[in-house]
């Protein structure tokens, strides 16, 4: 009868992953700390050995080598088999290939192999190092998956593979990322840890200073590289090797000719490319790949006077030029994870190998023994060849032959054996002599083997000749060089962008471009591509290294570097800001300002809510993300809060001197110093301007550095009724106070403030739009001089053309000359 066990689902859940996790945790993803294999490397190294597929036997389809891991040893997909024999065979993954293989194996590039069945290979000579000594019952054996063949649990491992081809794979809760390292360097601090088994770390990083990459490059950050020896765990940059290259023209060339470890090339040349192709920096002609069977090589072609220092520093930051190695050192010790450094490493080494030379040994003085027991009887048996030869005659068979030659001569059954299967050529004098001198030397293989095994320094000076003897072998140099310190990396822009003459304009529409010199001039200025209705607010001579700060009525800024404007044909519109800039729909770009991260400038900022405060110009600079975004210039109420002014205040500037103008909807001003506004950072606020009525909100603000008798304030109302009012008509009063009435109240239909600002002469031009989307120009100077009670001159019939609901100031850019820089 079947019992029928009830169970909880996370009971059987928790039981079920957990033998799940640990068989992928011992028997897939993590490699030994003995042999530095994972069990379907070791599963391909055994088959192949097996089948005699080694360094002295010719190439063998992979197909078949395959075939046998699966249907003997590892019954998974033959994609993830063909893959792990795959990388064992790439000279840019390990260190010292365990595979040879022919045909196309991958590339660095991220190219897959060839299929299985188009590719040969065999055992490399090193990978043979790893499995001598197996058929000497050196090591554990285990049935298969199926019981039919036997399999091992670890490989002898002549040389730490761990460290020197080093692992990556990721478990259940567990990963691990060793890197690969230089096999003399190891051999000789394996060694050294032999004769001194409390050697520090520092002393073994005498030995093995850091790893040594497949692919060269340089390490940076010997205490990073100590804290990864002593814990398992650490973070050192690794960053490609270069030299620089002056052509006859005097234009340079990087030539990068090792890069860091397991970066794909192909992606790397790809995203340096895509830098250059997208204007991220500038300087660089050509990126091209010139990898051949000669070596890598990776040309960066410079424009002229381009820096390359600067440039390779920006591929440092931002390509894969340099990356971050992060080592994480977990390997199965003792059927468990763990966190290892390098001397825990190496000593589980030795402490395997120690048990492999006592096993071998054990094995070969089992059969030496084995051996002089039968020479002994030989040779007693040719002493008394004719009495020998004699009991066999008279023997009935085989068996009675050797039972007499025991009964006779006291020999053993083996030795009885050895002498009945004895051919008759093998009696002569030369025999016999070869016999006595097997003997001596078998008397001394025993004495060396007892030795090995009664005395452990013995046994370790075998251990140190091996693994000496291996170094002599396949040793070759480092590859990776090993630096102190971590440079860092700084990007200087300004390096990276040669510097040109530009012509930078933004329009009230919020279209941005910058024009060469020679485009500018071959249309003139009064060509710019503008659409209809939209007006220059920004326009002037400028460098590609110059940087600017966009200002929007949504109370945020905009950091735009000019080398990063699309560079337009004066005559064509331009890009708008929101292809690139996260923009509301309602919001504008209000101020345009050159930026300069060392002037102490201030910019002077005035919200409708009533609030307003100076913030210095350095506060807003470049950011993260400023590509894209927009970051936070003021703090406003509310979504219907807006910034209403913004000004440059210069350094220079006598702040006792210079003053502000708040003018509201309902009719208010108010004038005051602008050393009565707080300077503070771009995020706040700020402090109250004005004190306004309930309903009310500021429109303008006006600015004077220095206040004279010819400037006067340009006043618009809603129902078409503008005037022109004496600046000294508003009498200097304080900070956020009521102000003085600048409109006449009436009982219906009351004249409100639409927007105002300040003008210098009767030249100056404006543009109305009304709510019916009339519009119409005027200039100053028809706009009568009225004083601060009158609701001003009717130049707009409210019926006929609607309200009036935007005023905007023109400039007159038509005499801009680049070259004079007379417009500004």
């Excluded at 043979?128 to 002898?156: G, H, Q, S, W, Y």
């Excluded at 001003?792 to 801009?816: C, R």
């Amino acid at each position: 009868m079947v019992e029928i066990q009830k169970l909880t689902l996370e009971e059987v859940m928790g039981d079920r992953f957990g033998r799940y996790s640990k068989y992928i945790i011992q028997d897939r993803a993590l490699p030994d700390i003995r042999d530095g294999l994972k069990p379907v490397q070791r599963r391909i190294l055994f088959a192949m050995f097996q089948e005699g597929n080694t360094s002295s036997s010719n190439f063998r389809k992979s197909a078949k080598t395959v075939g046998n891991v699966i249907g003997n040893y590892h019954p998974h997909g033959d994609s993830s088999v063909y893959e792990a024999m795959v990388r064992m065979s790439q000279d840019w993954k390990n260190r010292e290939v365990l595979v040879e293989m022919h045909g196309n194996n991958g590339s660095m590039d991220g190219d897959s192999a060839a299929a299985m069945r188009y590719t040969e290979a065999r055992l490399s000579k090193i990978a043979d190092e790893l499995l001598r000594d197996l058929d000497k019952d050196t090591i554990e054996m285990i049935l298969n998956f199926d019981d039919t063949a036997e399999e091992p649990t670890v490989l002898p491992a002549g040389f730490p593979n761990l460290l020197v081809n080093g692992a990556t794979g990721i478990s259940a809760g567990y990963a691990t990322e060793i890197p690969p390292h230089n096999l003399g360097e190891i051999i000789d601090a394996t060694t050294y840890l032999i004769d001194h088994p409390n050697a520090s770390v520092d002393k073994l990083m005498d030995l093995v200073p850091g790893p040594d990459f497949p692919t060269g490059a340089i390490i940076q950050g010997k205490d990073e590289l100590k804290k990864a020896y002593t814990t398992g765990r650490g973070k050192v940059v690794v960053r490609s090797k270069h030299h620089i290259e002056t052509e006859r023209s005097g234009k340079e060339k990087i030539v990068i000719t090792e890069i860091p470890y397991e970066v794909n090339k192909a992606n790397l040349v790809r995203r340096m490319d895509e830098l250059r192709l997208n204007r991220s920096i500038d300087g660089i002609q050509e990126v091209r790949d010139e990898t051949d069977r000669n070596g890598l090589q990776i040309v960066i072609e410079l424009k002229k006077d381009a820096s390359a220092e600067a440039i390779l520093n920006y591929f440092y930051k931002n390509s894969d030029l340099q990356i971050n190695y992060n080592f994480n050192m977990v390997a199965i010790n003792d059927q468990r994870p763990e966190l290892v450094g390098i001397k825990e490493a190496l000593t589980a080494y030795i402490g395997h190998r120690y048990e492999i030379i006592r096993r071998r040994t054990t094995f070969d003085l089992n059969k030496a023994q084995r051996r002089l027991h039968i020479v002994d009887g030989l040779m007693k048996a040719m002493s008394i060849l004719d009495q020998v030869i004699k009991t066999i005659r008279n023997s009935k068979n085989k068996a009675d032959s050797k039972q007499n030659l025991v009964e006779a001569f006291n020999f053993s059954e083996t030795q009885a054996e050895a002498i009945v299967n004895l051919q008759l050529y093998r009696l002569t004098n030369t025999d016999v002599t070869a016999l006595e001198n097997e003997r001596l030397q078998l008397n001394e293989d025993i004495a060396s083997y007892q030795a090995i095994l009664s005395d452990d320094k013995v046994l370790y000076g075998r251990m140190k000749s091996e693994l000496k003897t291996i170094k002599k072998a396949y040793a070759s140099k480092r590859r990776t060089e090993i630096q102190d310190e971590i440079q860092e990396v700084v990007v200087k822009k300004q390096l990276l962008i040669p510097e040109e003459d530009v012509v930078v304009v933004v329009t009230r529409g919020g279209y941005i471009k910058r024009s060469s010199i020679r485009s500018f001039k071959a249309s003139g200025v009064e060509e710019v591509g503008l659409r209809d209705g939209d007006h220059v607010q920004f326009l002037e001579k400028m460098t590609t290294l110059d940087q600017l700060v966009f200002i929007t009525n949504k109370g945020n800024y905009i950091f735009q570097p000019v080398y990063e404007l699309q560079d337009i044909r004066w005559k064509d519109l331009g890009e708008h800001v929101s292809q690139r800039i996260t923009f509301a729909s309602n919001e504008s770009i209000i101020g345009v300002f050159k930026y300069d991260e060392n002037s102490k400038d201030k910019l002077l900022l005035a919200s409708s809510a009533g609030m307003i405060k100076q913030t210095a110009l350095a506060e807003f600079k470049e950011f993260r993300g400023h590509k894209n975004k927009s970051s936070l210039a003021m703090n406003l109420s509310g979504d219907t809060d807006q910034v209403v002014g913004v000004y440059r205040i210069s350094n220079e500037t006598n702040q006792d001197q210079a003053q502000v103008i708040l003018i509201t909807h309902f009719g208010f001003t108010l004038r005051y110093s602008i050393d009565e506004i707080s300077i503070i950072g771009a995020r706040a606020k700020g402090v109250k301007s004005i004190n306004l009525k309930q309903d009310d909100y500021v429109v303008g603000l006006s600015y004077a550095a220095i206040p004279d008798d010819n400037l006067q304030l340009m006043m618009v109302t809603q129902r078409g009724h503008m005037k022109r009012l004496k600046w000294a008509e508003i009498n200097l009063l304080g900070r956020a106070k009521r102000g003085l009435v600048a409109l006449k109240e009436l009982k219906s239909n009351p004249h409100r403030f639409v927007n105002t600002f300040e003008v210098k002469d009767t030249k100056q031009s404006f543009e109305i739009v009304t709510n019916q989307s009339y519009r119409e120009l005027f200039r100053t100077g028809d706009v009568p001089i009225a004083n601060r009670y009158s609701n001003g001159s009717m130049l707009v019939d409210e019926k006929e053309n609607g309200q009036i609901n935007a005023v905007t100031p023109l400039i007159d850019f038509t005499s801009f000359d680049p070259e004079k820089q007379i417009f500004n």
